[in-house]
């Protein structure tokens, strides 16, 4: 019994967030973050997969409808509260909470109503589904639960204990991933998810005042809810760019295109982009706590970006590669062949996550360096180009792409490849040049940390594609599937020992580095 105690004492030492050394309590945290991405992540998508089977992409384009509702109001009242009070300079900010909880409250309860009587106008008018209706009243009430939440919830990310992180998140998730399930197998119902994602954010609502024993009270200091909105500001105007570009393509193909189409693009778009969402999770809730504490130190927040930038792009660039190999035989498997339509797709919106997920490092550098503006900025510009590109991608470009290449392409297809293009040029090039005046460092440092990961993932593709195309008459599809994941880790692993031995990538150092920090 003693052995196992000490064996759990110092397991409890190993991956609890405590130390002086932000590095240490950095790596932890990204531990933390990390775990609970994975695990969220695969209890969505398993969801995806099982609902998805037993609904059909009709009703998960009502949903995609009602998410896209629920987005858009958030993100256009998005007030930058959490973030405000992150970059916050002093450790304690529990004199401002009761004014953010005042602010988080009077915005949920204001979304919910906004919802309920703009409901109708949204289902039946911009999308031609009164079906949506309902479920659109429905999952506003999710808002108010979201209002309600602990301010104090704040303290998990900004002393990065990020322990708490995961039990607060995680609760939600497995009671959202169990309800939906037995409800759609139950009732065949698109009600599954709409339910599934109130409860959810009821579950953490309670877990908040659960995990943190501050008891907000109703107090409203207009001074602390100017020093708040003053940086927040920035915060909106980004939340309502990121809305138009990263979701404004979702309405113009549900509006132009159909219900159905909504869903495989939403759809594609989601299971391409996993590793991508996932890593940009882990980066901004690690990331900006941790170099906002060394926004006065450019070497070391020098230093401690390209270490994120190569773990970073270790870890997404091959997930991104792997499933532009492996998507036909993903979908046949685990989909059906009503999911087809949407492989194309799939594998295009993946190149576009294998750039977002590198160009993801690089926000959390301007939020902590007090340059929040420089991401509004960004994305005003990537607003302007898509509004043009998108529904004229849906109007003209197949007339375009058939003129020069002679091939036909779906709508989401289209839209895809405009997205892509966008990302290439030219916001990528503008992130980096700005990337490497606030760090100041050079282009060819950015380049050779993207460089070595591009082309041991670039290897591992060519020959998951080949080795699936071998196997592909002697196997089900299922068992290509499997075999294609199983050759993937390894050549990836093979070519990533090469270059780091032969070439002098630099990943043995860097994670001895992260170990070191495991360890205190």
Do not use: C
């Not at 109130?198 to 207009?222: A, G, K």
């Amino acid at each position: 019994m003693s052995g196992i105690r000490d064996l759990l004492v110092r397991l409890k030492r190993l991956v609890r967030p405590s130390g002086d050394g932000v590095g240490e309590r950095m790596v932890k945290g990204g531990m933390w973050v990390g775990a609970l991405n994975v695990i969220d992540r695969l209890l969505q998508i398993t969801l995806l997969i099982v609902v998805g089977r037993v609904l059909g992409p009709e009703a998960l384009g009502l949903l995609g409808i009602a998410l896209l509702a629920v987005s858009a109001l958030r993100q256009f009242s998005n007030l930058g509260l959490s973030s405000s009070l992150i970059y916050n300079k002093d450790e304690n900010v529990d004199d401002m909470l009761n004014t953010a909880w005042a602010l988080q409250i009077g915005r949920g309860v204001l979304l919910a109503g906004i919802l309920l009587l703009a409901a109708p106008f949204i289902g039946e008018t911009i999308f031609s589904e009164p079906a949506a209706v309902p479920l659109l009243q429905v999952i506003g009430l999710s808002q108010v639960f979201v209002g309600l939440r602990n301010p104090a919830t704040v303290y998990f990310q900004k002393d990065l204990e990020f322990d708490k992180q995961f039990v607060y998140t995680l609760s939600g998730s497995v009671v959202q991933f169990v309800f939906a399930i037995w409800y759609a197998y139950t009732y065949e119902t698109v009600w599954a998810l709409v339910l599934a994602y109130v409860i959810s954010d009821f579950i953490r609502m309670v877990v908040s005042y659960l995990m943190h024993d501050y008891r907000p009270s109703f107090e409203f200091d207009l001074d602390h809810a100017k020093e708040i909105t003053n940086y927040g500001k920035w915060i909106t105007a980004t939340s309502i760019l990121y809305f138009l570009y990263n979701e404004g393509d979702d309405v113009v193909v549900g509006a132009l295109v159909s219900t159905t189409a909504l869903g495989f693009y939403r759809y594609a778009y989601q299971l391409s982009n996993a590793p991508a969402t996932e890593v940009t999770h882990v980066i901004s809730s690690v990331t900006f706590p941790a170099y906002s504490k060394l926004q006065d130190n450019v070497r070391q927040l020098r230093d401690a970006y390209f270490h994120t930038l190569q773990v970073t792009t270790f870890l997404s660039f091959p997930m991104s590669m792997g499933i532009i190999a492996v998507t036909p035989a993903f979908i046949a498997a685990f989909l059906g062949e009503q999911w087809m339509p949407m492989v194309l797709t799939m594998q295009i919106l993946a190149i576009y996550g294998l750039m977002r997920s590198m160009m993801a490092t690089m926000g959390p550098v301007f939020k902590a360096t007090g340059r929040p503006d420089l991401i509004a900025k960004f994305s005003f510009l990537r607003v302007l180009m898509l509004a043009v590109l998108v529904p004229g991608s849906i109007l003209y470009g197949q007339e375009l792409v058939m003129a020069l290449f002679g091939v036909e392409l779906q709508g989401i297809e289209l839209v895809s490849l405009a997205i892509v293009a966008v990302q290439i040029f030219p916001m990528m090039p503008i992130d980096v040049y700005y990337l490497v005046r606030i760090v100041e460092t050079s282009y060819g440092r950015v380049a050779r940390d993207v460089a070595f990961p591009l082309a041991a993932s670039v290897f591992m593709f060519a020959v998951v594609v080949a080795v699936g195309a071998w196997i592909d008459a002697y196997l089900p599809v299922l068992g290509v599937f499997v075999v294609q994941i199983v050759v993937g880790a390894v050549s990836y692993g093979v070519a990533a020992l090469v270059l780091d031995r032969g070439f002098g990538w630099g990943l043995e150092k860097n994670f001895r580095s992260v170990v070191a920090a495991v360890n205190g």
